[in-house]
């Protein structure tokens, strides 16, 4: 379900953010980033036991969630929360209601495999997604898949 904004929950409860670090490059809202003491860059799967941010739009710029980030502008990300319904862009594939993510390439989540950790579950519409499309998501506590 593509949306105006990233956060998906009430204004009133939204989450901590980050606002005083730069994009490291040209990134979209809506991918996950990692926080270092001056820069937001995009996370990878190496990433995994890091903390991750949800990379935001900049609403007081007028900023949607389709328009890029320039690199060395100021990023806004969110500190998720478990629980939390959040766009976050996907990896190409088909997704159903309740697939467990993981991190990808490109701060994209994507389905995971055995024994990987989950950062969140779908949670919108099933059907096939284009590598970079939103979709809604809900944070999970950061569980193991089971082993193969």
Same mark, same amino acid.
């Given at each position: ?18 606002? &005083?670090?730069? !994009? *490291?490059?040209?990134?979209? %809202? $809506? ?7 001056? /820069?937001? +860059?995009? =996370? ?28 060395? &502008?100021?990023? !806004? *990300?969110?500190?998720?929360? %478990? $629980? ?7 990896? /190409?594939? +088909?997704? =159903? ?52």
């Amino acid at each position: 379900m593509a949306g105006n904004v990233i956060y998906r929950g009430p204004i009133k409860d939204e989450p901590e953010t980050v606002s &005083d670090k730069t !994009v *490291a490059g040209a990134y979209l %809202p $809506g991918i996950l980033v990692t926080e270092s003491a001056t /820069a937001l +860059t995009v =996370a990878t799967a190496s990433d995994i036991e890091d903390e991750l941010l949800v990379l935001s739009n900049r609403r007081f710029y007028d900023q949607d969630v389709a328009t890029a980030y320039a690199s060395g &502008d100021t990023g !806004v *990300a969110y500190r998720p929360r %478990p $629980g939390e319904i959040y766009q976050i862009r996907l990896a /190409a594939a +088909t997704y =159903a209601k309740g697939d467990t993510l993981t991190i990808g390439a490109s701060g994209y989540l994507t389905k995971t495999s055995t024994s990987e950790r989950v950062i969140a579950v779908f949670d919108d519409t099933p059907g096939a997604f284009s590598a970079g499309d939103l979709a809604d998501v809900r944070i999970s506590t950061g569980f193991l898949t089971a082993a193969a």
